[in-house]
Nanobody, 123 residues
Framework: QVQLVESGGGLVQAGGSLTLSCAAS???????????VGWYRQAPGKERERVAA???????IYADSVKGRFTVSRDNAKNTFDLQMNSLKPEDTAVYYC??????????????WGRGTQVTVSS
């Protein structure tokens, strides 16, 4: 069973940037390489939503609300994947979770999750 640990959350002013990182452990590097991974977020009183995902081949998908501002990437050599967040808005405030899917494409929901990291954007 893979373990995922997020890092990089914090408090930032509107218009600022943050980079979240997720480190995968407990499984082989091949397991990480062949599966899609993604980032989700959950704001208070709202459902968890997908922010971005990246397939095993490197194809990416973004929520409309973050297109052009967020970039997801992965480093298969290090078993890590990142979410670069620019031009942050107060509505980006949420707990951000990383997840790993079962398969090369980000279909359905991840089967493994991190514990989350708080991102707070002040106006």
């Amino acid at each position: 069973q893979v373990q995922l640990v997020e890092s990089g959350g914090g408090l930032v002013q509107a218009g600022g940037s943050l980079t979240l990182s997720c480190a995968a452990s407990g499984a082989s590097g091949r397991t990480f390489r062949i599966n899609a991974v993604g980032w989700y977020r959950q704001a208070p009183g709202k459902e968890r939503e997908r922010v971005a995902a990246i397939s095993s081949s490197g194809s990416t998908i973004y929520a409309d609300s973050v297109k052009g501002r967020f970039t997801v990437s992965r480093d298969n050599a290090k078993n890590t994947f990142d979410l670069q967040m620019n031009s942050l808005k107060p509505e980006d405030t949420a707990v951000y979770y990383c997840g790993q899917y079962s398969g090369p494409n980000p279909y359905y929901a991840p089967i493994s999750w991190g514990r989350g990291t708080q991102v707070t954007v002040s106006s």
